[in-house]
């Protein structure tokens, strides 16, 4: 029997764990963590679900969608356990600290749930629910950062990863849920990020995305994020580094300076606007208006004029008037958006929108809005795309084409896919292309001999 000490035996000692993942980046990067938690006590990662002794479902509660997906998800999980009635199955992440104990009870209970900032005590909520009990743990936590432990990759390009810089969100725009399920921010130690990015590095990862829900926020010590952003692109010039996601209010030009001054910090921000309407932006707890918004944006092109800038928008919000929705049509034709995510208004239970301004605006409207912005943003990435076309870029290899073998895929600085012919390349490296077509959602380019 393996022993992690001499005190107790592990409680993985070969047992299966299978992990499905909802939600943002910050999910995708805390299931890294947990299973390299889990693999610390014995657990064996398995991609076949059927294979599982424990299942755990890292969740999202952003919208109500999210979270019906995954009730749905777990109704087929339970049809599993009939088969194998030893199946532990567990609820993680967002919807575990909204809905604690309640996620126990019912037809569809499960036997763990644990909130974003309780991962390190997951073997011990196996424990509990291997002895018949329910595990439980939702304390959200002020310092956790996870900063030490060493996240197992689990999407496998071996190209591009994501690094968490900090965690929790301190901003309450009042239709968002994010503070109240992963409770106070607070940035990860400088050197663990930058020893993280090294190795990734090192092991043959040529990208790095930063991730936060406010990454301008990040500060330790006197490291502020433009100068951590410096730190991580120092690394090599071969290691291109991302962020996400940028807040408007706190974007500054010591950061678009620093990013102008290093070719391999990508020439793309996310920077979601969610209304075009400052009357909007007031009652969503934004802490900008339409002006400031249209400022930062003049900002980063005059630093970098090749700059591909993105955003998040929400069609219905309560009060929106038709002509708050006119403004942000108009914003994103402004801006001139290369992609946008754009979503309906969905109520959040607890959130300050929720107790105290209501949602008026009809199912039937928010579904129009919502369609009037995704037609408008379907044109505007269909120009971007066409104003690409003779242009080149250095393109970074991802894979193998899902259309054809002999063709590959990679992205460009801006965050845009290209296809091209395989030649004799592949997956990591930089191969410079002329585009030479595109459809509204990819480029098509050529290698430059
Ligand atoms: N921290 C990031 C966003 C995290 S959530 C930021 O502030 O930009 C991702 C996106 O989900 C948000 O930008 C917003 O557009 C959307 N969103 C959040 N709460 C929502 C809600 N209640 N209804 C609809 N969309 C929502
Ligand atoms: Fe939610 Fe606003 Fe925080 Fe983003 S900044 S996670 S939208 S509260
Ligand atoms: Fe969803 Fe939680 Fe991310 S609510 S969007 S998984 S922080």
């Not at 509660?61 to 532990?88: C, F, V």
């Amino acid at each position: 029997m393996i022993q992690v000490n001499n005190l107790r035996p592990l409680t993985g000692e070969g047992r299966r764990l299978f992990i499905e993942t909802y939600g943002c980046q910050m999910n995708v990067g805390d299931s890294e963590i947990v299973v390299s938690i889990m693999q610390k006590e014995g657990y064996i990662y398995t991609e076949n679900i059927e294979e599982a002794d424990i299942i755990l479902i890292n969740t999202c509660s952003i919208r109500d969608n999210a979270e019906q997906r995954i009730w749905g998800r777990l109704a087929d999980m339970r049809r599993l356990r009939k088969r194998k009635p030893t199946l532990l199955i567990g609820i993680i992440g967002c919807m575990a600290e909204r809905l604690q104990g309640k996620l126990t009870e019912g037809e569809l209970a499960v036997d763990i749930v644990a909130g974003p900032d309780t991962y390190r005590d997951l073997p011990r909520l196996v424990r509990e629910a291997d002895g018949g009990g329910k595990g439980i743990n939702t304390l959200l936590s002020q310092e956790e950062t996870y900063a030490e432990i060493a996240p197992v990759r689990l999407d496998k390009n071996g190209v591009s990863a994501y690094i968490a810089i900090m965690r929790g969100c301190n901003n309450f725009c009042s239709y968002c849920v994010v503070p109240y399920t992963r409770g106070r921010e607070r940035s990860r130690e400088a050197s663990t990020i930058i020893a993280e990015a090294r190795s990734l590095f090192e092991n043959g990862y040529r990208e790095v995305t930063l991730l936060g829900q406010n990454v301008n926020s990040y500060r330790t010590g006197d490291v502020d994020f433009p100068s951590l952003l410096k730190a991580v692109a120092e690394i090599s010039p071969l290691l291109r580094v991302r962020f996400a996601t940028s807040h408007p209010k706190d974007m500054s030009d010591k950061l678009l300076e620093v990013m102008a001054s290093m070719p391999n910090i990508c020439r793309a921000i996310h920077l979601p606007a969610q209304s075009g309407s400052s009357v909007m932006l007031e009652r969503m707890n934004r802490k900008y208006t339409r002006e400031w918004y249209l400022d930062r944006v003049a900002a980063i092109r005059r630093y970098m004029p090749d700059c591909a800038i993105t955003t998040d928008l929400i069609a219905g919000f309560t009060g929106e008037t038709e002509e708050d929705h006119k403004l942000t049509l108009s914003l994103m034709e402004e801006v001139g958006y290369e992609f946008a995510f754009m979503f309906k208004y969905s109520e959040r239970p607890g959130t300050f929108a929720q107790r105290n301004l209501g949602d008026d605006i009809p199912e039937d409207i928010k579904t129009a809005r919502l369609t009037e912005i995704i037609n408008l943003q379907n044109k505007l990435s269909e120009a971007s795309n066409k104003r690409d076309v003779g242009k080149e870029f250095e393109v970074l290899v991802e894979g193998t084409s899902k259309r054809s073998e002999e063709q590959l895929f990679g992205r460009t600085s801006q965050n845009k896919v290209v296809v091209f012919d395989r030649g004799n390349h592949t997956v990591g490296d930089y191969v410079r292309c002329r585009i030479t077509g595109c459809s509204s959602a990819t480029l098509f380019g050529e290698e430059i001999k």
